[in-house]
């Protein structure tokens, strides 16, 4: 009886004990610099500053030359800040491995 009594207690106890468990995966939760997400937001800043339906250059038009015109001309773009050239270059030079 005393045995069956303390198995209880402990089951019960058991019932309110969080054990933490932790997600699997590659996904970190920090907030990190890395080459995908560089990447990606060089090529939103393309799509949507660079080549768009109301920009000078069409999304037909970029192919590997005028993507390596584009890259050399970011120096002299006002409208977009250093980081966001750097970010354009980036995805430009690995899309069009220039």
């Not at 969080?18 to 997600?23: D, G, L, R, S, Y």
């Not at 393309?46 to 120096?75: H, I, P, Y």
């Amino acid at each position: 009886m005393k045995y069956l009594a303390v198995l209880v207690l402990i089951a019960a106890a058991m019932l309110f004990v969080h054990v933490p468990a932790f997600a699997s995966g590659s996904a970190s939760a920090g907030d990190g610099v890395s080459p995908r997400s560089d990447y990606s937001k060089g090529k939103a800043i393309t799509f949507s500053k660079l080549v768009c339906d109301t920009c000078s250059m069409k999304k037909a038009d970029l192919n590997r030359e005028s993507a390596m015109s584009l890259k050399d001309s970011l120096g002299e773009m006002q409208d977009l800040s250093s980081e966001e050239k750097e970010l354009v270059s980036e995805y430009l030079t690995r899309r069009y491995k220039l």
